[in-house]
């Protein structure tokens, strides 16, 4: 059980709270609170913490906190799906042990699974890209290197084991948000679905379905990892400068991860971190390097055919959530509006290109 009292927004972060729950080096005297990512990130709110410290103390200029959504509907759902808990957990368990994350300073949730709060450091050295833009071919490849190495680490091995607080793909929270779905589907057959292509209604009558299948398939399958689920752009930071044997990019937001197949990822960057036009130009280079560097970690037993065919069966998984997320997921600005519309339209369009509706059931 948790004794710690979380601030319900950045802004009541104070001076006492940082110095009785985070080591940062000297006593800090005042914090400064900046809302970041605003139409970035849909479930957590995410602010700069600027510190001033005692005189002749030092420590770190700045921190990020990370904190339940602002918007009461995007906490429920974070709640009913474990994700607030899941990355506590990440930080506290993995994260130490994983290059290219953020050094957490502090990670702590309630009983509840609503509130909770997260000190780590501030990567603003870092380059931020913009997902709704699209992604270059370069930084896809820095990102698709990140996810095979990670997805090598924890390749159906001792150390998967280990993340007792992974859930598998087939958790019944997952499982349940077909019914939920379902429940809302009149909604987006009243919005996105008008605007999808013949093929992408078809398909759409019947993703819940198939998503499904997907899941309870994945999850019997040997080929386990930890797979981030949520690997798009907007997750990533680029640090173009890094130093030799660091990497170049660090991966954020852990929320949604869970065991399953690393394929998953790799449509899941594919199907919206990109415009059509780079999507169709960069899958196949992609999906080859991606195979290459899994199996020069050591990873074997794993045909490209077969990893082929995973791929283009997970983008139905992430156009589905693509579709729940346009009605379960409220956001609060334009460039929400533009990064659902993203993940909808191009996540949809990828799965007919790639003649993933054969999947569908």
Not at 280 to 298: K, S
Request: glycine share 6%; proline share 4%; net charge negative.
């Amino acid at each position: 059980m948790s004794t710690v009292q979380h601030p319900d927004v950045a802004t009541a972060i104070t001076p006492a709270w940082i110095n009785e729950h985070c080591r940062l080096g000297g006593t800090v005297v005042a914090v400064e609170a900046e809302t970041i990512g605003e139409g970035v990130g849909l479930m957590a709110a995410l602010a700069r913490l600027r510190l001033t410290y005692a005189d002749g103390e030092t420590g770190p200029a700045s921190v990020i906190a990370k904190l339940p959504a602002a918007i009461e509907q995007s906490r429920q759902v974070a709640t009913m799906f474990g994700f607030y808990e899941r990355e506590v957990s990440f930080y506290r368990e993995a994260a130490p042990t994983i290059d290219n994350v953020a050094n957490a300073h502090f990670a702590d949730i309630d009983d509840t699974g609503s509130s909770f709060v997260i000190v780590m450091d501030d990567l603003s050295h870092c380059r931020t890209p913009d997902q709704v833009a699209g992604c270059s071919p370069e930084d896809a490849a820095a990102i698709i290197d990140a996810a095979a190495d990670l997805h090598a680490r924890y390749w159906a091995n001792e150390a998967l084991d280990g993340l007792t607080w992974l859930p598998r793909v087939d958790n019944e929270r997952y499982i349940g948000a077909i019914p939920s779905y379902v429940g809302m589907r009149p909604a987006f057959e009243a919005g996105r679905y008008q605007q999808l292509s013949e093929v992408g209604r078809r398909v759409a009558d019947r993703i819940a379905e198939s998503s499904e299948r997907m899941m309870l398939d994945f999850a019997d399958r040997p080929e386990l990892t930890m797979a981030h689920y949520d690997l798009r752009l907007d997750n990533i930071l680029f640090h173009d400068d890094a130093p030799a044997g660091r990497p170049p990019v660090y991966i954020l937001d852990w929320q949604l991860s869970v065991k399953t197949l690393g394929a998953f990822d790799v449509a899941y960057f594919l199907g919206w971190s990109m415009t059509d036009e780079v999507r169709r130009q960069l899958t196949e280079p992609l999906m080859r390097r991606y195979h290459d560097r899994l199996t020069g970690n050591g990873v074997t037993g794993y045909s490209y055919q077969r990893f082929e065919d995973d791929v283009r069966r997970s983008m139905i998984g992430v156009a589905f959530m693509g579709a729940y997320a346009s009605v379960a997921v409220p956001v609060a600005n334009e460039r929400g509006e533009q990064l659902v519309d993203a993940y909808v339209f191009r996540s949809f369009r990828a799965l007919e290109e790639m003649d993933a509706q054969e999947f569908v059931a």
